[in-house]
């Protein structure tokens, strides 16, 4: 049986894990809609997958990843299902993958931005490729190479360029977060 006290742990340990889930979710989501115009179409550059660098950090921002993608997608101008189911697993398996970076060390930090970069240049050039060759006659394998081309562009700069740079910050301050 759980006496008082340790139930009571359990409980804010999960408001705190649900806590930082919600606020990186928020900051996702409000990230991606701030930068809009770059967020969303053929050539992107989504700011907000700078954060895709959390996982390996805190367990929790997988969960708010996935679901402050999910928020997203439902703002993008072309509404596709697709982008929105596909576009999101893409980032929970990204995160997923980012996460199991730690077990990598020191070495894990420079690691940890290639699954969202290889994950979504994958997916979301395919998710893209087939809304755009749907009914056009265009070869499916060029605009996929094109697409997967220009979104792991993006991420690359989104997630080197800018989530590289915010690990050493939450290194520097990752005691005060009481980030493990």
Known sequence: MIDKAEKGKRIRSMTHYLTRASIVAALYATITLVIYPFSFGYLQVRISEALTILPFFMPESVLGLFIGCIISNFFSPNVVILDVIFGSIATLLAALLTYLCRKLGKMGRWI?????????????????????????????????????????????????????????????????????
């Open 112 to 180: 940890a931005p290639l699954p969202p970069i290889i994950v979504n240049a994958v997916m979301i050039g395919l998710v893209i490729s087939l809304s755009m060759t749907q009914n056009s006659g265009t070869s499916f394998y060029t605009v996929f190479l094109w697409n997967a081309l220009t979104v792991g562009a993006g991420q690359l700069v989104a997630c080197y360029g800018l989530g590289i740079p915010l690990s050493f910050i939450l290194d520097k301050i990752k005691d005060k977060m009481k980030v493990k």
